[in-house]
């Protein structure tokens, strides 16, 4: 009888010790699964950012300063490093619920509305893209804040209010910078005599 008590005891924690390692074993491979997504993020956002800069210089006023055979050159060296970068597909899944589904769909419908009007008019376009994008951080800018806009991306998934982040911060840095250029084309055009038709 005792011989029987003692083979279920140790059986049992047999079965406890296989759990413990089965358990562990999940523990490192929860934490490879996040440093894996983490590093898929990044090379998301360093895609990103490779794109933009190409488009950056495509776009720049020094492109417009260079000799017609200079920039013919490197603007063909920017297309193909667009075309290769562009080849370069990374995607990190985020597990939703509807109502964060949702949330995202209408953020980023209100987000492709705010680019249709800068397409239109740069400068009211501007003051929406600030205000929903003063929604989206601690230390908003001097603008209102889009409360509603606000409330659509606390509904999100964290990972998609950081994508939601970064595209705002994307399309204020570019819209600043073709604010720039076109000072800078305006200025450009105001100092040349032959350009305002005076000899």
Partial sequence: MNDAM???FS???SMADRSGQLL??????EM????????????????????ETIQSIQNGQ????????????????????MGRALCVEVSVGTIRNSQQEEALRNANSLIDEIVKKLLDDMNSGRE?????????????????????????????ALEDQKKIKRRLETLVRNVENAGKNIKIMDHQKLEDPQANGCQ
């Fill in 6 to 8: 003692g083979s279920k």
């Fill in 11 to 13: 059986r049992t924690l």
């Fill in 24 to 29: 562990e074993s999940l523990d490192q491979l």
């Fill in 32 to 51: 490879r699964v996040e440093a894996l997504r983490e590093t898929a993020s990044a090379m998301e956002q360093e895609r990103e950012l490779i794109l």
């Fill in 62 to 81: 020094e492109l417009r300063n260079i000799s017609q055979g200079e920039r013919e050159e490197l603007s063909l060296t920017a297309n193909r490093l």
């Fill in 128 to 156: 929406r893209l600030l205000a929903v994008y003063a929604a989206c951080v601690t230390e908003a800018p001097p603008v209102p804040i889009d409360q509603k806009f606000q409330a659509l991306v606390i509904s999100c």
